[in-house]
């Protein structure tokens, strides 16, 4: 019997942090296995955290970055199945939905 196939999963967390912490957030954030980009924003949210792994890794990552003292709020998205982009973008049929 094989062995099954495991895929990468992506999230995207979506993070407000308390004001003037910015800076030990993004220090913090660097040493969490699994993070693969981390943005500074403008908007609702301060940063935007991308991490790769399996539903395991990814669960650990947010758990992690929610238990952090000045972390104030977090919004997790997952993504179904990541694509290259010219791959996923010549399969849309835009203008029709």
């Given at each position: 019997?094989?062995?099954?196939?495991?895929?990468?999963q992506r999230a995207y967390v979506l993070i407000?942090?308390?004001?003037?912490?910015?800076?030990?957030?993004y220090g913090e954030l660097r040493e969490?296995?699994?993070?693969i980009g981390i943005d500074f924003v403008r908007g609702p949210f301060?940063?935007?955290?991308?991490?790769?792994?399996?539903?395991?890794?990814?669960?650990s990552v947010v758990l992690r970055i929610r238990k952090t003292?000045?972390?104030?709020?977090?919004?997790t998205m997952t993504a179904f199945e990541t694509l290259p982009w010219q791959e996923a973008s010549g399969q849309?049929?835009?203008?029709?939905?």
């Amino acid at each position: 019997m094989s062995e099954p196939i495991v895929r990468k999963q992506r999230a995207y967390v979506l993070i407000r942090v308390q004001p003037g912490k910015e800076e030990e957030l993004y220090g913090e954030l660097r040493e969490i296995p699994h993070i693969i980009g981390i943005d500074f924003v403008r908007g609702p949210f301060d940063f935007i955290v991308v991490a790769e792994g399996n539903a395991s890794d990814l669960d650990s990552v947010v758990l992690r970055i929610r238990k952090t003292p000045y972390v104030l709020n977090t919004e997790t998205m997952t993504a179904f199945e990541t694509l290259p982009w010219q791959e996923a973008s010549g399969q849309l049929d835009y203008g029709h939905i």
